[in-house]
């Protein structure tokens, strides 16, 4: 529905410089660098921002691209979130699915947002909270995908085994340890064609 991936590639399409150092700056520091330990709740969305401007300014040097004079972090990051939307179809995919009898659950990477404006946001975790069985958020649980605990940790929350679950997500990454745990995955790569997929999976017509 609405994630911290999909904010990563709103951010990345608002610079029209390098989408190479967007990403490496991003995932700067891998399992120990800021973007993780966001995701994590060990830092906020403030302590956030000077970390990933430096992250970028860094690898601006490294690879000899210029960032533009007006670069800000707050100021794109904050365009991204404004611009979030839920995924209609499949909203009412889940809801189908939840109404047959299926237990559904959001598993997604978000952060602590001591944003002004973080209200809106808040509202829309909130308002997706109440149409799904569960809502799973990284910076909640000190987890984030695609470590495999929180996979397992999924597993607990849902009470059932990984044979029984279907994980859609539109970042291949984080399918392979859902699929090592032997879950069903599907990669959202435009909704119609998931759509198909879980209809083909759970044998329920949800469009």
Not at 4 to 15: A, K, P, S, V, Y
Not at 72 to 93: D, E, H, T, W, Y
Request: aromatic share 6%; with cysteine; glycine share 6%.
């Amino acid at each position: 529905m609405c994630c911290h991936d999909e904010i990563h590639r709103t951010f990345l399409m608002c610079l029209v410089f390098s989408r190479g150092l967007l990403s490496d700056a991003f995932q700067k520091g891998g399992p120990e660098g800021a973007t993780t330990r966001l995701m994590r709740g060990e830092i906020t969305f403030s302590q956030w921002i000077p970390l990933m401007e430096e992250n970028c300014r860094k690898c601006s040097e490294t690879s000899g691209i210029s960032l533009p004079e007006n670069f800000s972090v707050n100021q794109i990051f904050g365009k991204a979130i404004s611009a979030r939307k839920i995924n209609g179809p499949m909203l009412q995919a889940a809801l189908m699915l939840r109404k047959k009898g299926f237990t559904t659950a959001i598993l997604t990477n978000t952060w602590l947002d001591d944003r002004a404006e973080r209200d809106g946001l808040a509202q829309l975790m909130c308002e997706l909270k109440t149409h799904f069985d569960f809502l799973i958020e990284s910076c909640q649980v000190g987890m984030v995908k695609p470590e495999p605990q929180i996979y397992r940790f999924l597993l607990d929350t849902l009470k059932t085994s990984p044979s029984e679950v279907v994980f859609l997500d539109d970042i291949g990454a984080n399918l392979k340890p859902a699929r090592d745990l032997g879950m069903v995955t599907i990669l959202v790569k435009d909704t119609d064609t998931a759509l198909r997929e879980l209809e083909k999976v759970t044998r329920i017509q949800v469009t």
